[in-house]
């Protein structure tokens, strides 16, 4: 037996443990920059997820990967599956390892801010909606708040720190974010890249939330 016959009966055999115990979830595949999501399905199969495959932990606050356990061996990374417990992008599916996933709670769009001549500052600029270019839209992600908060530059007695969030996204060939970068979710938060890391499980993002 060499390594791929291998993978392939660890995936056959994940696949026979959701038959028992999971839920029916479907699967899709990006076709472009934009809305991963309103592509045909390209299966439905069970799945089930998990924090240890001894099922003795639940989830906790903060954390938003999984171990999902299906039949993957016609998934890729960036894959997403949908159903029960919501949408799961696939994040790493590592040799002979568990298949890391991670759950999303948001859907977002990622822009690109483009820069009007300033006026009376030299070069500097501002960002308004209409210099705004979109370079993913509708993708599911995780936003999870972060361990800081940044303080009001107003500094008033009743101002409160402006959140810091982690996102994380899956990657989209040739798509790369940029510091400053602007990321807008379904509840219509605005949040502004501050650095952003590519990985080979997708985008991990620490963004800090801006007025809309």
């Known amino acids: 037996m060499d390594g791929t016959k291998l993978q392939s009966k660890i995936y056959i055999g994940y ?10 979830y479907q699967q899709f595949r990006a076709t472009s920059a934009n809305n991963p999501l309103a592509t045909i399905a390209l299966q439905t199969l069970p799945a089930s997820f998990t924090t240890k495959f001894t099922y ?4 906790k606050y903060g954390e938003a990967t999984w171990l999902g356990l299906f039949d993957a061996r016609e998934f890729a990374v ?35 801010v483009g820069q009007d001549a300033g006026v009376g500052l030299g070069g500097w600029a501002g960002d308004k909606p209409s210099t705004e ?3 993913m839209h509708g993708w599911p992600a995780s936003i999870l708040q972060g361990t800081k908060g940044e303080t009001n530059e107003a500094r008033l007695p009743q101002d409160v720190k402006t959140p810091w969030w982690a996102i994380l996204l899956p990657a989209w060939p040739g798509v790369v974010f940029r510091t400053s970068d602007i990321i807008r979710d379904d509840l219509d938060r605005k949040y502004v890249i501050s650095s952003a890391e590519l990985t080979d499980m997708g985008w991990r993002i620490t963004a800090m939330q801006a007025q809309v």
């Not at 696949?15 to 029916?24: D, L, M, P, S, Y």
């Open 15 to 24: 696949g026979k443990a959701a038959k028992r115990i999971g839920f029916e």
């Open 56 to 59: 003795s932990a639940p989830n």
């Open 78 to 112: 960036g894959d997403f599956l949908v159903g029960r417990q919501g949408t799961f992008f696939i994040a790493a599916m590592q040799d002979t390892l568990p298949i890391l996933c991670v759950q999303t709670n948001r859907t977002v769009n990622v822009l690109r």
């Open 133 to 135: 270019t979109v370079i």
